[in-house]
T-cell receptor, first 116, second 112 residues
């Protein structure tokens, strides 16, 4: 079964500092990879996704992520964090399991706090 | 947002009673999911559907059942609610493999 690990439960950064959120996955083939963001009391919003091709993908709000097959990682980065980026971030893996069945599995999330 | 509506948005129920949560989508998406979100656990998959009447279990399916009799509706039933099922429940849907999943606003369920 696929799994997703986000090693950092909570990260605090200063506004303007760079950010990297880690994500590791366990899956035999090249997976579909996603990063979502959740603001308090809200549903999840897609930041970016990776299926194939260029391993560096750009998303909304200035975020990017890099797929590294050798490390089974899909880390999220942002060069300069804004106070409005404070939220919870979820990495997700999509797996096609045959017979039309497709499953989306999420990590436990990383809560980002931003110091003004 | 794929026109996803969850109902009710908030519910308080008593232990042992059955509860049904509804997810309705207007975009004709094939795949639909029910997750529960709890502090420290992230989003855990309860059940999912890959077509009308095609459903399968997720990692935390015990005590839950689902039905999908038409494309737009995916119902989650707690057969006999327990306090451990107090949680926020999210519905999600998407068109096909690898496509963006859209989420509802969540249902906050409290079992007393």
């Amino acid at each position: 079964a696929q799994s997703v690990t986000q090693p950092d439960i909570h990260i605090t950064v200063s506004e303007g500092a760079s950010l990297e959120l880690r994500c590791n996955y366990s899956y035999g083939a090249t997976p579909y990879l996603f990063w979502y963001v959740q603001s308090p009391g809200q549903g999840l919003q897609l930041l970016l996704k990776y299926f194939s091709g260029d391993t560096l993908v750009q998303g909304i709000k200035g975020f990017e992520a890099e797929f590294k097959r050798s490390q089974s990682s899909f880390n999220l980065r942002k060069p300069s964090v804004h106070w409005s980026d404070a939220a919870e971030y979820f990495c997700a893996v999509g797996q096609y399991s045959g017979a039309g069945s497709y499953q989306l599995t999420f990590g436990k999330g990383t809560k980002l706090s931003v110091i003004p | 947002d794929a026109g996803i509506t969850q109902s009710p948005r908030h519910k308080v129920t008593e232990t042992g009673t059955p509860v049904t949560l509804r997810c309705h989508q207007t975009e004709n998406h094939r795949y639909m999911y029910w997750y529960r979100q709890d502090p420290g656990h992230g989003l855990r998959l309860i059940h999912y559907s890959y077509g009308v009447k095609d459903t399968d279990k997720g990692e935390v399916s015990d005590g839950y059942s689902v039905s999908r009799s038409k494309t737009e509706d995916f119902l989650l039933t707690l057969e006999s609610a327990t306090s451990s099922q107090t949680s926020v429940y999210f519905c999600a849907c998407h068109r096909g493999q690898g496509t963006e999943a859209f989420f509802g606003q969540g249902t906050r369920l409290t079992v007393v």
